[in-house]
Nanobody, 115 residues
Framework: QVQLVESGGGLVQAGGSLRLSCSAS????????MAWYRQAPGKQRELVAD???????NYANSVKGRFSISRDNAKNTVYLQMNSLKPEDTAVYYC?????????WGQGTQVTVAS
């Protein structure tokens, strides 16, 4: 059974930092592209950042220079380090694992940035 379990969300003041973690089980983690998406109230889910099996990364323009995605294949975990947080970063953040036609999602973790 595939499970993606996010943790690390919470309430933070603007300018603060949070680190999200996503622990994966039931998949061959090393071959999966891993990503973080977010969905704010009333908005569509959007890609925040992703990292390929080879470690190549990609970021949404809105988070470039502030967020950093990384993966630890030994721990089957992907991270999202979020710095200089803004109120507009408030959303539910979802972990995603994708390889070929296999596409899995976590339950999400709430990030709230207070102004």
């Amino acid at each position: 059974q595939v499970q993606l379990v996010e943790s690390g969300g919470g309430l933070v003041q603007a300018g603060g930092s949070l680190r999200l973690s996503c622990s994966a089980s039931g998949i061959l983690f090393t071959i999966f592209r891993m990503a973080w998406y977010r969905q704010a109230p009333g908005k569509q889910r959007e890609l925040v950042a992703d990292i390929t099996r080879d470690g190549n990364t990609n970021y949404a323009n809105s988070v470039k220079g502030r967020f950093s995605i990384s993966r630890d294949n030994a721990k089957n975990t992907v991270y999202l380090q979020m710095n200089s947080l803004k109120p507009e970063d408030t959303a539910v953040y979802y972990c995603n694992a994708q390889w070929a036609l296999n596409d899995y999602w976590g339950q999400g973790t709430q990030v709230t940035v207070a102004s």
